[in-house]
């Protein structure tokens, strides 16, 4: 499938929002009013440049209903301006969605230490604005660990930290990723499903961590709906929503070339939203394509196509 530049990209975009908003109106407006799950944006995933404050701009000119919290940025706040922006949060109808884990815990062990040191302080400064959602990702293979000595490492590291972020009343949730063409990248395969997945959730045991579910990593590791339904909501601390390249089989798609909900319905959308909803999940789902069309474009229109990608995946929930 022929790729789409930026100018033609752009041509289209007009469109293309036109058409989801007349085609998702109706049913987006009555989803609003009884779905628990909740439009997120996270600026960096569509690669959009902002800080905090505009993030929450953002946020709000666009309609979505939760916004990711930056951990160095809240650290840095006295607490009236903690008070201050969890105001201004709310005054635009917003909550948070999962912020990133600030610990490198795949590389050597003085880059992990370094960054253990700085945890406390940054799920302190989560909790006092009340973000309770933690996230970060599983690589699927190692250079040169095999499949155990990886596990133990990352039960290992994984533990320390689900145990500071518990201390401050958050939940740590882990994405595997499912292409395999990262499977088979390096030379020791390593997590890529769900049930791995589970196996390391439990070794870690401290019963704070659960998962970060993605449409895309969920369809190329070959999980279904039932993998979804047998969790509880409390276990899903995140979700992201992306679709996949058409024209390229599932063994062959590549992580770095994802499309927007909904754009090829290679991805059965509506049946994952649905899972979630059926189990009660009442968190963030962001969209997170590592698309470089919409990474082209120019700030608002990024998010502009990203919320109605989103608005039309909302309008799937029945």
Known sequence: MRTLGRREFSKALGATLGSLAVAGSARNAQSQTTRKIRMALSCGAIGVKGGQLEAI????????????PYSGYLAGLSETQASDLVAQLKSKGLTWAVAGLPVDFRRDDAKYSDDMAGLPKAAAALRRVGADRVGTWVMPSHPTLPYVRNFRLHASRLREAAKVLKDHGARLGLEYVGPRTLLVSQKYPFVHTKAELADLIDEIGTGNVGYVLDTFHWWT???????????????????????????????????????????TGVIDTATFLNALASIGY??????????????????DEALAVTAAALKKAMALIR
């Open 221 to 263: 590791s070959g999980d279904t709906k039932e993998d979804i339904l047998a969790l509880k909501a409390v276990e899903v601390v995140g979700v992201d929503l992306n679709d996949a390249a058409a024209g390229v089989p599932r063994e062959e798609q590549q992580d770095g070339k994802r499309e927007l909900p909904c754009a």
């Open 282 to 299: 009442d968190g963030p789902v962001r969209v997170e394509p590592f698309n470089q069309a919409v990474r082209a474009l120019p700030p």
């Open 57 to 68: 701009e953002y946020a709000s000119k666009h309609g979505f209903e939760a916004v990711e």
